[in-house]
């Protein structure tokens, strides 16, 4: 197939395109750069050393003859060169990582809230918009995330994106249909990929396209068989206080001697899939495309979910790493439950790496070996979710310390 990558320079969007070119497929990369750019602005950068991207395909291509393809293209600013590109190559189908995808990066200010809902929404809809206004029919991918459900605790098994309902009727009876499952963004990132959700059931109703969304758990894990072929093919690896995860944060302060940072109770209940696993999701995705006039398809994209404090203590156990419990700048219940329904890929045959399984192995072979390249500084995470957060952590809604309170 011919596959364009949106996105393609980023944490899952580089795997995922070495990962299907060398299956075989003809891979173009359509990026912005602007995660290039964002490490700048806030003055990080990845753990691992990362090379151009002009660089990394070169490389690519060096050590295993194939070519990935890369366009500096705009989804959000850039329609108009959109719309080209994908009249004149055709795509068989459309991979779309290019939103910005941190949560406290989106809660920053009112800068980069504003700049998450343009970038994130706009990406979104001109693609859509592109596919019919050309009459590509191809299969779009799109990666979502589990947070569009929320994480409150209801009880029950959270299903692959519809909820069957029952309505009462005029005459007495219950009407049944299947709705998506009722949205609960936790943040302005959050709240856009809700959004997206409703912007894929309009066009796949209106218009035909055919579309998989994949509600994606928290990502872990740096290496796929592809990444380890050459130095310079490796993975970024964030573990600021708005980019790293929470696992990938208690990696690094593992590997530095820094505590464990727990926030509020460590209550918060994760889901999580390994970023080998998460490429091949996203080929089973490709491998298994919805009919033209379908709704969209959704499967949730996780293989294991985990409470903050259970990561922490784990972590723990492995290096002997101190935990530190801090005040949490989210908003957010102190204690959830997280129980997922996934059955379709592994019904497809996913087997899974398990954290148990893979963690220290992360630890030697990645945080430890980069842990010079730490600016223990950028460690913790202050963007506050609301001023009144903020206040009371002494610090402005962007994590900076304020002199006084009032």
Known sequence: MKIAIMGGDGFVGWPTALHLSDAGHDVHILDNLSRRWIDTELGVQSLTPMDSIQERTRIWHAETGRRIHFHLIDLARDYDLLKAWLAEHRPDAIIHFAEQRAAPYSMKSDRHKNYTVNNNVSATHNLLNALVEIGLDAHLVHLGTMGVY?????????????????????????????????????????MTKCLDQLLFQFYAKNDGLRVTDLHQGIVWG??????????????????DGDYGTVLNRFLIQAAIDYPLTVHGTGGQTRA??????SVRCIEIALNNPPVRGARVEIFNQMTE???????????????????????????????????????????????????E??????????????????????????????????????????????????
């Open 150 to 190: 929320g994480y409150s605790t209801v009880g029950a098994a959270i299903p692959e994106g519809y909820l069957p309902v029952g309505i009462e009727t005029v005459d007495g009876n219950t009407a049944s249909q299947e709705i998506l499952y009722p949205a609960n963004p936790g943040s302005i990132y959050h």
């Open 222 to 239: 740096t290496h796929t068989a592809q990444t380890r072929l050459h130095p310079q093919l490796v993975n970024r690896f964030d573990y």
């Open 272 to 277: 999580f899939i390994h970023i080998q696993d």
């Open 305 to 355: 979910t985990h409470r903050v404090r259970d990561l922490a203590e784990m972590i723990s156990r492995m290096t002997g790493a101190r935990i530190a419990w801090l005040p949490n700048p989210r908003k957010e219940a102190p204690e959830n439950d997280l129980i997922v329904r996934n059955e379709k890929f592994l019904g497809h045959g996913l087997s899974p790496t398990t954290l």
């Open 357 to 406: 399984n893979g963690l220290l192995s992360e630890i030697v072979d990645v945080a430890k070996k980069f842990a010079y390249r730490v600016d223990r500084s950028r460690v913790p995470a202050v963007s506050a979710w609301t001023r009144d957060i903020a206040r009371t952590l002494n610090r402005d809604p962007e994590g900076k310390m304020l002199r006084s309170v009032s």
